[in-house]
């Protein structure tokens, strides 16, 4: 592998139909996760829902369960559906609300909602940090990703996308959207396989003069912040 080094600083048909998976529950220190699947349609869900009964349902009443919306774009009519339909009319206890839409975390948060991980009540079980999201797909225009650790994105980022990372961003495709890595603070990069982003902000360093002049533009490239300065670097593999 070779690499090309340079600084930012100082430049300001019809497709086939997938097969849908239910609703799949998942065993966890806390209790139970049930995890919603975001490809589905809300009518889809919410007969899935309907369906949801028997010993399953027992479990997450009794031990309490974390609902798991992924990037599921939620807003107010189908929160109150869901909370109407489905949680108060099953007595589900629920324990917290899971999600990496960063829109679906604002409202949640909003509405008086715990949105973090419930912690093991078994001490031998607790971790340090917080794990990485590995996203399978790609991000279109108006999907906003939230994760406090690293972003892995498998598919490619459209223009319009955003992904904001308190650690490092991977995607493995093109990168057109909007990256906010290390949004905490810390030494993270911006890694992408075809960089054709316009803008990207490293910790506190924002850059938004990117544009197709750049010599690395459309290249595999990782990104990093040394020195106080955004720094690339191209990758030849």
């Known amino acids: 592998m070779t690499e090309n080094m340079q600084s930012l600083e100082g430049r300001n048909g019809s497709p ?4 849908r998976s239910g609703i799949v529950l998942k065993g966890a220190g806390y209790g139970v996760r049930m995890i919603l699947p975001e ?12 369906r949801f009964s028997g010993d399953a349902a027992r479990l997450a009443r009794d031990i309490g369960v974390v609902l798991d919306l992924q990037g599921r774009s939620l807003g107010r009519p189908f929160l109150l559906r869901l909370l109407s339909e489905f949680v108060w009319t099953g007595e589900i206890r629920v324990l917290s609300w899971m999600s990496y839409n960063a829109d679906t975390l604002d409202l949640l948060r909003a509405s008086g909602f715990i949105t973090e991980e419930p912690g093991s009540e078994r001490p031998e079980r607790r971790t340090v940090g917080t794990g990485s999201l590995v996203l399978m797909q790609s991000l279109r225009s108006g999907q906003r990703v939230e994760h ?15 992904i904001c990372s308190s650690g490092n961003v ?12 290390g949004m905490h603070g810390g030494q993270f990069c911006i890694s992408a396989g075809q960089f054709e982003a316009k803008q990207l902000r490293l910790g506190g360093k924002l850059c938004s003069t990117l544009g197709s002049d750049m010599e690395w533009w459309g290249k595999s490239v990782v990104i990093s912040l040394e020195n106080d300065s955004l ?7």
Do not use: I, P, T
Request: hydrophobic share 40%.
């Open 16 to 19: 086939e139909r997938e097969e």
């Open 231 to 237: 720094v690339v670097r191209e990758l030849k593999l």
């Open 170 to 181: 991977f995607v493995r495709g093109r990168l057109k959207g909007v990256v906010h890595a």
């Open 39 to 50: 490809e589905m349609s809300d009518e889809e869900l919410f007969d899935e829902l309907l």
């Open 148 to 162: 406090d650790g690293d972003v892995v994105l498998l598919g490619h980022m459209n223009e319009g996308a955003e």
